[in-house]
C-alpha cells in the first residue's frame, strides 16, 4: 500500500567529508557539488523520489510519522562521486541501541526501528536514481599521466 504523504522539504546539504560517515566511502579528492545537487534537489528531484519512493515503500503511515518527529528527512546527505561517476549518499537512521535510548515514544521494536532505517536507505537510492537519470550530466574528466608511453609512433 502506497504511503500517502507529501514530499516534506529537501535537506540542506552541509560540507562534510562523505568519508566520516560508515556506510560510505569516497576514494578520490573531489568536488563534491553538493550546491548543485542541492539545486536539483529543489528544481523537483526531491519531490519525484520522495513520490516513487511512497508509491512502494514498506514504511507504514506510523513509521513515517516517527521519521518525521525526529527530523531525520533534513539529515539525508547527497553528493558527487567523481571516481565512480555516481551520486553518493548518506541516509539517516536510528542507532542499534536505540532500546537503551528514549528517542520516541512510538519507538517499540526492532521491526519498526529495521522498517524506518531500510525505507530511508531506500529513499536515499531512490534519489540517487533520479538525480543521475534526469538531472545530472557531468561526467568526470579523466587526465592521463605525462609518463604513458606512446604506442602510435
Known amino acids: 500500500m502506497p504511503l500517502d504523504a507529501d514530499p516534506p522539504d ?7 567529508d562523505p568519508n566520516e560517515y560508515e556506510d560510505a566511502q ?4 573531489t568536488d563534491y557539488r553538493r ?3 542541492e539545486d536539483y534537489l529543489r528544481e523537483g528531484a526531491w519531490d519525484r523520489a520522495f513520490e516513487e519512493w511512497a508509491e512502494d515503500t514498506g514504511m507504514s503511515p506510523e513509521d513515517y510519522a516517527i521519521v518525521v518527529d525526529l527530523d531525520l528527512m533534513e539529515r539525508f546527505d547527497f553528493f558527487w562521486d567523481s571516481y ?3 551520486v553518493g549518499y548518506h541516509a539517516p537512521g536510528l542507532p542499534e541501541d536505540w532500546k537503551g535510548m528514549d528517542i520516541h515514544p512510538d519507538l517499540d521494536s526492532w521491526g519498526t526501528v529495521s522498517a524506518i532505517n531500510a525505507g530511508l536507505t531506500e529513499l536515499g537510492q531512490e534519489v540517487c ?3 543521475k537519470d534526469e538531472y545530472i550530466e557531468w561526467e568526470t574528466e ?3 599521466p605525462d609518463d ?3 604506442f602510435g609512433e
Do not use: G, K, Q
Open 84 to 86: 565512480a561517476e555516481r
Open 26 to 29: 569516497v576514494v578520490d579528492d
Open 10 to 16: 529537501p535537506p540542506e546539504l552541509e560540507t562534510i
Open 142 to 144: 579523466y587526465e592521463a
Open 129 to 131: 536514481d533520479v538525480l
Open 148 to 150: 604513458l608511453p606512446d
Open 35 to 37: 550546491e548543485e545537487i
